[in-house]
C-alpha cells in the first residue's frame, strides 16, 4: 500500500464516522477485474473488517451506460430491500456526513473526485467450476431475488441486452476491413445467426415482460462457505430486468463444470439450475427466447465483439485467426443450446 492509498482510505472512512489510523489498522487493496478504473479495498479497523470501495466520479460522465449519482442511490437502497428479503448482500455502512445519500464524495490530492460506498467485509471464497450442490442453491437464490416485489420507490429501466446486441451487429456489419471474400462470407453468416437469435429474443411485446429485481450474479460476486451461500458483492449492475433474460445469463455462467476460462457446460448442471428456479411459470414462447438469450450471451457478449473488432483491424492477423475465433463460438454456441435440448 502506498501512502496516497492510506491517506485517501482514511478521508474515505472519516465520512462513515470511522477514524483509520494506517499505522495501527490494516488495508489490503483488491483487484476489481474491471475496466473502469475503481479502487477496492479490504480494511481491517477496530476490529472490524469493511469492504471499500472507491468509484471514480469521471467514469460517470464519460460512460453514459453506468449509472447516474441518483441510481447509484438508488442500487444502494434496494441492497437494503434485498436483504430485507433474506439474500446474503453485504451490508451497507450509512455516511454519517450525510443522511440523503448512500454514498460520500471525496477528492484526492489531485483533484479527482470520489464516490465512496462501504459495506461491512463477508468472508468467503469463490466456486468457478460449478457442481450440482452449488448450481441448486444459485437457482433458488435467483428465484428468490426475482420474487421480491417490484417497488414503486425504484425507477430503474428495465434492461433489454438485445439493445446492446443490435449495436453491436449494426457496428461489426459496417466495419471497413481487408478480410479475403471467403472470410467476409463467414463473418456474414455468423452475423446473419446473431440476427436470428436476437430476432427470436425479441419475439414479445415489452408489456408482456414484468419486471424483476436482478443483479450481476455472475461467479466472482458470490461469496461461499461450507457448501452455503453467504455473499453477494455487486451493486453496480442493480437494477430490473426480466426472468428470461436472467435465467439466461445464469445458465451461461453456472452450467461451466471446469471454471470461468472454459467454454465446457453440463447438461446436468443446467437442469438443475432450471430444476431449482422452478420453470412451472414457462411456456413455449419462453423457451424460446431463453435458448436464444442464452446463444447470445456467450457468442455475442461483449468479449467476442471487442475481439473481433480487432481481428478485423489488425492488418497482420491471419485469416486463419478469425476463422478459428468464429468456430469457436460457433461450437460455443451449440454446446450452450444443447443445454436446454429435449
Avoid at 431475488?145 to 425504484?154: A, G, K, N, T, Y
Avoid at 472454459?262 to 411456456?283: E, H, K
Wanted: hydrophobic share 40%.
Amino acid at each position: 500500500m502506498c501512502p496516497e492509498d492510506n491517506q485517501l482510505i482514511s478521508i474515505a472512512l472519516s465520512r462513515f464516522g470511522i477514524s483509520y489510523d494506517s499505522a495501527l489498522d490494516h488495508s489490503i487493496s483488491l483487484s476489481t477485474f474491471g475496466i473502469h478504473g475503481d479502487k477496492h479495498y479490504r480494511i481491517i479497523c477496530n476490529s472490524n473488517a469493511y469492504s471499500l470501495r472507491l468509484l471514480a466520479d469521471d467514469r460517470y460522465s464519460s460512460e453514459t451506460e453506468l449509472a447516474s449519482a441518483s441510481d447509484l442511490n438508488q442500487q444502494l437502497y434496494a441492497t437494503d430491500r434485498i436483504r430485507a428479503h433474506g439474500l446474503p448482500f453485504m451490508k451497507r455502512v450509512q455516511p454519517t456526513t450525510d443522511s440523503n445519500n448512500t454514498f460520500s464524495m471525496i477528492r484526492d490530492d489531485a483533484g479527482r473526485a470520489w464516490r465512496c460506498v462501504l459495506f461491512d467485509w463477508i468472508d468467503g471464497t469463490h466456486i468457478t467450476a460449478q457442481t450440482k450442490s452449488s448450481v441448486s442453491k444459485m437457482g433458488a437464490l435467483l428465484r428468490q431475488l426475482h420474487e421480491i416485489p417490484v417497488d414503486s420507490q425504484f425507477s430503474f429501466p428495465v434492461v433489454d441486452h438485445t439493445v446492446a446486441y443490435q449495436k453491436w451487429h449494426h457496428d461489426l456489419s459496417k466495419v471497413d476491413t481487408v478480410i479475403t471474400t471467403i472470410d467476409q462470407q463467414r463473418l456474414g453468416n455468423y452475423l446473419d445467426l446473431v440476427q436470428f437469435h436476437i430476432y427470436q429474443a425479441q419475439r414479445r411485446l415489452k408489456n408482456d415482460v414484468l419486471p424483476v429485481l436482478s443483479t450481476d450474479l455472475n461467479a466472482l460476486n458470490i461469496l461461499w462457505k461450507n457448501d452455503h451461500i453467504v455473499g453477494i458483492v455487486d451493486h453496480e449492475h442493480i437494477g430490473y430486468s426480466d426472468r428470461i433474460q436472467d435465467l439466461a445469463w445464469i445458465l451461461k455462467w453456472y452450467a461451466r463444470n471446469e471454471g470461468i476460462h472454459s467454454f465446457s457446460v453440463s447438461p446436468v448442471l443446467a437442469q438443475t439450475i432450471l430444476g431449482n428456479y422452478d420453470m412451472n411459470i414457462f411456456d413455449h414462447d419462453d423457451f424460446v427466447r431463453l435458448k436464444s438469450l442464452l446463444w447470445l450471451s456467450g457468442c455475442f457478449n461483449f468479449h467476442f465483439v471487442r475481439q473481433t473488432f480487432h481481428l478485423l483491424s489488425d492488418s497482420i492477423v491471419s485469416n486463419e485467426e478469425l476463422s478459428n475465433h468464429l468456430e469457436r463460438y460457433r461450437q460455443r454456441g451449440k454446446a450452450l443450446l444443447s443445454l436446454l435440448a429435449k
